[in-house]
C-alpha cells in the first residue's frame, strides 16, 4: 500500500501534504455541491445554478493541475 501511494504521489508530482490538501480540497467541494444539489431538489428556487458551476469548476481545477 505504502509503494503503491508513493507511485501515485510521484505521477501527480505532489508531497503527501500537497496531495492531501488538494484531495480535501476537492472532497469538501464536492460534499457541499451534493449538499446544495439535495437542498435545490428539495426546493428549486434555491441553489439553482450552485452545484453544476461547482462541478464545472473543479473540472477545470483538476484538468489543470494534472
Do not use: D
Not at 1 to 15: D, F, T, W
Not at 17 to 45: N, Q
Request: charged residues 20%; proline residues 2%; hydrophobic residues 40%.
Amino acid at each position: 500500500m505504502i509503494k503503491k501511494s508513493q507511485e501515485h504521489l510521484n505521477s501527480v508530482n505532489e508531497s503527501y501534504l500537497e496531495h492531501m490538501r488538494l484531495a480535501f480540497k476537492v472532497g469538501s467541494k464536492m460534499i457541499t455541491g451534493g449538499f446544495m444539489a439535495l437542498i435545490h431538489g428539495l426546493i428549486p428556487a434555491i441553489f439553482q445554478r450552485n452545484a453544476s458551476n461547482g462541478i464545472k469548476e473543479l473540472y477545470n481545477f483538476i484538468n489543470q493541475k494534472r
